[in-house]
């Protein structure tokens, strides 16, 4: 059974950094879209990064640009997000989902609903 694993959230000051980790079990990820969504309290969830874990592809929404890394180990079927020079409004609910490639990630990282299997959840909160 598929299933995706977050960790790394926690609680940073403004200008700080975390690195959130997606460990996925039941598949490998061979040819699949990986992405990283956020849900801030009151708003819809929104794709965040993502990454082709064939090509190694990435996409990133403007508000992250610059400041977050997203990376893939294909060999420990984990896919990282770093995140640097954290502001409050990234605080959210950070999820991890999967679903296989097909379109490219730049395509189907702003369109969630296109992505079928989703972790738990981690929360990071920036906060002074």
């Known amino acids: 059974q598929l299933q995706l694993v977050e960790s790394g959230g926690g609680l940073v000051q403004p200008g700080g950094s975390l690195r959130l980790s997606c460990a996925a079990s039941g598949f490998t990820l061979d040819y699949y879209a990986i992405g990283w969504f956020r849900q801030a309290p009151g708003k819809e969830r929104e794709g965040v990064s993502c990454?082709?874990?064939?090509?190694?592809?990435?996409y990133y929404a403007d508000s992250v640009k610059g400041r977050f890394t997203i990376s893939r180990d294909n060999d420990k079927n984990t896919v990282y997000l770093q995140m640097n020079s954290l502001k409050p409004e990234d605080t959210a609910v950070y999820y991890c989902?999967?679903?296989?490639?097909?379109?490219?990630?730049?395509?189907?990282?702003?369109?969630?609903?296109?992505?079928?299997?989703w972790g738990q959840g981690t929360q990071v909160t920036v906060s002074s």
């Open positions: 990454i082709s874990s064939s090509d190694g592809s990435t």
């Open positions: 989902a999967a679903e296989g490639l097909i379109s490219t990630v730049q395509a189907m990282c702003p369109i969630e609903k296109i992505f079928g299997s």
